[in-house]
């Protein structure tokens, strides 16, 4: 999310002041100590021959999953981690962005386009498409940002055919999570406190957030809890942070789980494939681990939690998948599914910037100093506390829905854009010199703001293909962007709203107005037109890594399902999958919030399936 990121700190001035290490070693003396409850898990050397349930993948729902399972004392579950632990540097908001072409990445790539113009100004014409590899998954590389979705979404879901999986029937797996300490969110019937996640307003922000609550009333909006009982609105984010820190999920639901003799888990553990009999009953899974490769086995299930780009990949290398591809591949096929399908993303223009004449922004310049570290330290706040992303909103353009309760776009606001730390931000995004020394440079040590404006619901969607059957190739994304000029339409009305919020007398305070510079190889068309748009957007293509759908859910009678409302793998026995990747249809949201209670769900469904807990009875 480099963009609303806009980070404090640049590469080169972090690593020569050496505040980036100082900043480390702080925190390790100030924080953990080995008997901390706050301090990670260590990895299971030593593994068993045989578990009741395999995890595979410790992100943002394999977490979850490990956790709640083990909750039953005499299962054994072995979670498989393909990364190791988070650090320090990691847990400070701030720094969000520097986890990305870190060992913590996957560091994916798209397929260069063939369809539809997309990410043509990105080198190579590749969008950089960052997951986590590392337990907590993508949620320690995130911007923390907690949106639930809309509700209409997940009664769409059901009304697909997926039983159980109502706006109703989810929202208590939601509470069941969440550790709110916002009192006037947590006294709602639509929050709770208590859970594993930490949920909250981070403790600063700048001048601007306020500015865009007030610009939200102007143009008619109301400011209110997006995660309530109307999402249209505007609200300072909610973030899944803790004192000031980074909460991922492997802090929320495996430290405090960590002693469990139950639940052991390997890191630095990447999964080939899975092993089946001649029933075509799972009965294990073959891993890489220290150079070797190594086998263990399962009694009841195992979990795939690898993510929306992971899961399709495994699925196919075990032989489940669309028949054609395959045997194209040479891959025995185990079940014929539409795996690696329905591949859908959040997509919006990047670099929005709008110019303001008041010291005001999240300017690097600034917040770059030792008693702004110490303050962050020592305290628990300061500017270190914000991952960049103060505001939010869901807004309805022309094409919305009239009922004006299931708004079509998402504003991410930010108090920094592209030049707040440019070098970083190229790097990240892949963007082209040229592009950022037209556009960007020019504004060095100018006070910026931007809007992320995102598509919420689009109708282009994708698919995820192996290359080769060597499970340590990458597979290949195809987002296939833009198809649909529906989704083009309501992504230019949404940036003219996003016009409009400069506009307002909330922002002209501050002498606010666009860049105008405009984007290479767009100049031919005159700015703010829809053609223009429509090439900026094809250029500057950005998403904020919401990869989702792959392993859709559906009733039996969907051809294009590959798992039941209950997420096990048609065709299959003894295999699950649990995470984005089973979303039918995408949320109208930042997903990591809905990945956490697909955790919790399908833990509550495993757990029903093995007669351990009664059905539709949430365990608080």
């Known amino acids: ?19 980036i290490p100082l900043l480390a070693i702080s925190l390790m003396i100030h924080r953990y100590n080995l008997a901390d409850p706050e301090f990670p898990p260590m990895e299971t050397r030593e593994l068993r021959t045989m578990y009741d349930f395999i995890v595979v993948g410790g992100g943002s729902a394999g977490s979850v999953i490990a956790s709640r399972l083990s909750e039953v004392s005499n299962w054994t579950v072995l979670l498989l981690e393909a990364g190791g632990n988070e650090n320090e540097i990691s847990d400070v908001p701030i720094l969000a962005s520097y986890m990305q072409l870190s060992d913590f990445d996957w560091r994916y790539q798209t397929a260069p386009p063939t369809t539809s113009a997309y990410c043509l100004a990105m080198i190579g014409d590749r969008c950089n498409w960052p997951r986590g590899k590392v337990l907590g998954g993508s949620s320690v590389l995130n911007a923390m940002v907690y949106v639930r979705g809309n509700r209409l979404d997940y009664d769409n879901w059901a009304r697909l055919g997926n039983t159980g999986w109502s706006y109703e029937e989810v929202l208590p797996y939601f509470l069941k999570s969440e550790d709110n300490r916002n009192p006037y969110l947590a006294r709602t019937p639509y929050h709770k406190t208590g859970g594993y996640l ?56 495996l430290r405090p789980v960590k ?91 990047g670099g929005l910037t709008f110019l303001v004449d008041e010291p005001v922004t999240l300017s690097k310049e600034r917040f770059q100093t030792l008693p702004i570290m110490m303050e962050y330290v020592l305290r628990e706040k300061g500017p270190l506390t914000s991952s960049g992303i103060e505001g939010l909103a869901f807004v309805n353009t022309k094409y919305a829905d009239p009922s004006g309760s299931y708004p079509d776009m998402q504003f991410h606001f930010a108090p920094s854009s592209i030049n707040s730390d440019g070098e970083h931000i190229s790097k990240i995004t892949g963007l082209r010199e040229s592009v950022y020394n037209t556009m960007y440079k020019p504004l060095k040590n100018v006070e910026t703001w931007s809007i992320l404006p995102l598509l919420l619901r689009p109708k ?43 506009n307002t007398s909330a922002f002209q305070r501050f002498g606010s107005r666009p860049l105008t510079i405009k984007m290479p190889g767009c100049q031919r068309f005159p700015f703010d037109t829809y053609e223009y748009w429509e090439c900026a957007i094809r250029h500057f293509t950005f998403t904020i890594y919401h ?74």
């Open 547 to 620: 990869p989702t759908g792959t392993c859709k859910m559906g009733p039996k009678d969907d051809p294009t399902a590959v798992v039941d409302p209950r997420l096990r793998v048609y065709g299959v026995k003894g295999l699950r999958v649990v995470d984005a990747s089973i979303m039918p249809a995408i949320v109208s949201g930042n997903p990591n919030g809905p990945i956490v209670m697909i955790g919790e769900k399908a833990s509550d469904i495993v757990k029903e399936d093995w007669r351990y807990l009664k059905k539709r009875n949430v365990a608080r």
């Open 259 to 349: 002693n469990r003799p139950n639940l052991h888990i390997a890191m630095n553990a990447q999964v080939l494939r899975v092993l089946f009999n001649a029933d075509k009953r799972a009965t294990g899974v073959e891993f890489l681990r220290d150079g070797l490769i190594q086998t263990v086995r399962v009694r009841r299930e195992i979990i795939l939690s690898a993510g929306a780009i992971n899961s399709p990949q495994l699925l196919m290398l075990s032989g489940i998948g669309p028949r054609e591809h395959l045997e194209e591949l040479g891959i025995p096929v185990l079940s014929d599914l539409r795996v690696g399908d329905n591949l859908q993303d959040h997509v919006g223009l």
């Open 1 to 19: 999310m480099a963009i609303a990121l806009a980070t404090v700190f640049g590469t080169t001035s972090v690593i020569g002041l050496g505040l």
């Open 198 to 253: 930490t949920v909250q307003e981070a403790p600063w922000r700048s001048p601007l957030s306020i500015a865009f609550l007030q610009a939200a009333r102007e143009l008619g909006y109301e400011n209110r809890d997006i995660n309530g009982a109307n999402q249209t609105g505007f609200m300072l984010t909610q973030f899944t942070i803790r004192r000031g820190s980074r909460c991922s999920t492997a802090k929320a639901f």
């Open 460 to 502: 282009s969607s994708g698919w995820i293909r192996l290359k080769s059957k060597n499970p340590l190739d990458a597979p290949e994304i195809n987002p296939n962007y833009f198809t649909r000029k529906e989704d083009m339409d309501i992504l230019v009305d949404g940036i003219r709203i996003a016009m409009e919020l400069s």
